[in-house]
């Protein structure tokens, strides 16, 4: 099983003992581990040595679904900050290492997207800097919804990662439902029932892992529904990777969208004032801004 072992502020070690195939250096560290040893960024003290794999899994979500509940959850023990009340705990990126087998999985705790205490900018450059602990890539994104009522913040968290990090990162997605304690053929009837919300049946089509449910308060049987997703999407995903380039270019399309419509809206504004207006700006699909027919009269 999964050892709890004490952890610093930014990163710690989780790990069960390696198989007897495994060099002598991987099973020092698994002892090591269960003993309440090691703490810090584990995996990098086997930087070089032959046979040691290496995953990474990003946990994604809205503030309060249970998004670092989930990771101590994988990670067996309570390494990341949990928040009791209406504020995110997570306003910084953690991260945690944890030795299952011969490899080691680093999950990444981001902060949480519609943060109740940052701006909606400040949001997505902090959950971006995800990229700075996984230099290799990301192999799983697990984004976390409360089992329930699929709000509209979902729906609008779901569109701002796909439009941060690109359509590449919901292929390597799964839908995490906690608070669920449905069996997962339960789970896959229930999504798929045609009075499931429109907006969630959107989403699945899109993510390439599907959904899991799990329930956090039964650690041991969660831990290992979340487990064998993981191992299936990087099956399914034959070890290909979600890329920091791929992350700078979704960045770089969202940096050049979001100047394309300041631009054009000032120039809107600027030919109003001219005295050719209304002029109508329609900066997303049925969202309508109009200059006030107040104003408009005055100026005529």
Known sequence: KLAAVSHGSRASLCGQTAP????????????????????????SL????????????????????????TGNTLCGS??????????????ELAHADYLRGDTFWRVIDTVGLQDTGLSEKEVLNRFSTFAEHAAEGI????????WGRFKPEHDEAIAAFAL???????????????????????????ISEPSAPASLSHWLQRIGGGAIAVDNSQPEVSRQS????????????????????ALAEARGRLKEKEEAEAKAFQA?????????????????????????????????
């Open 226 to 245: 979340i487990q064998a997703g993981l191992d299936r999407m990087v099956a399914e995903t034959g070890g290909l990777r979600y890329s920091n380039e």
């Open 46 to 69: 086997l930087d070089g040595e032959e046979g040691v794999g290496r995953q990474t899994v990003v946990l994604v979500g809205v503030t309060g679904d249970g998004k670092s509940s």
């Open 139 to 146: 192999d799983v994104f697990l984004f976390i919804v409360k």
């Open 20 to 43: 007897n195939s495994v060099s002598w250096s991987m099973d020092l560290l698994a002892r090591l581990a269960g003993d309440g040893v090691l703490n810090s960024d584990a995996a």
């Open 78 to 91: 309570s390494v990341f900050k949990v928040s009791g009340g209406l504020a995110s705990a997570t306003q």
């Open 164 to 190: 941060n990090c690109g359509e590449t990162a919901l292929r390597h997605t799964i839908l995490v439902f906690t608070h669920c304690a449905l069996s997962q053929d339960e789970l896959q009837t229930a």
């Open 268 to 300: 809107a504004v600027a030919e109003w004032r001219r005295g050719t207006g209304p002029v109508t700006i329609e900066k997303e699909e049925g969202v309508i801004t109009r200059p006030p027919i107040g104003e408009i009269a005055s100026e005529a």
